[in-house]
């Protein structure tokens, strides 16, 4: 089982995308440094959602990024808003073996829901849309909501592009 805590911080600087070709989405660390600060010597890893990756430095348990490959032709539309976030650093606790570099985990078993607002340009991949959320800016344009010490919903706010 995953736990997610929060520790008051600035996001990770940078740009997510989500390229309509390739139908994933992408981040791009504004200082390389930053990113490798954050990693540390362990290396980096993936907890899972669907198709959609949490990348996780190893060494502190920090999730700091999504990519992946979620095509729009999943997304249902929806009215979405930016909720209220705090910045901050999320760290992940397994019960069981420690997180290994290379080795991704599923986040939790349950089929993800993708909302889209075409007018906000928000992307929403939720389990539970009315559960109550703490929403944590881990990255510029990434959002996660926490339900208690689980992780229920990815808030994305991508550049969109060809």
């Not at 729009?72 to 979405?80: I, N, P, Q, V, Y």
């Not at 607002?117 to 928000?122: A, E, K, N, R, T």
């Amino acid at each position: 089982m995953l736990k997610f805590s929060v520790l008051p911080a600035a996001p990770l600087a940078g740009l997510l995308r989500y390229s309509r070709s390739d139908r994933a989405f992408g981040f791009q660390p504004r200082n390389p440094d930053d990113l490798a600060g954050r990693t540390g010597c362990g290396g980096r890893t993936s907890l899972v959602a669907g198709t959609l990756q949490l990348e996780v430095a190893v060494d502190t348990g920090e999730a700091l990024y999504v990519w992946g490959y979620l095509p729009t032709e999943s997304w249902r539309r929806a009215a979405l808003s930016h909720p209220d976030a705090v910045g901050g650093r999320v760290k992940v606790e397994l019960d069981g073996p420690a997180l290994e570099a290379g080795v991704s985990e599923t986040i939790a078993p349950s089929d993800w829901e993708v909302l889209f607002d075409q007018d906000s340009g928000l992307v929403r991949v939720v389990q539970n849309r009315w559960s109550a959320e703490r929403v944590v800016e881990i990255a510029d344009g990434v959002r996660l909501g926490l339900s208690g010490a689980s992780l229920n919903s990815f808030w994305l706010a991508p550049e969109f592009t060809e």
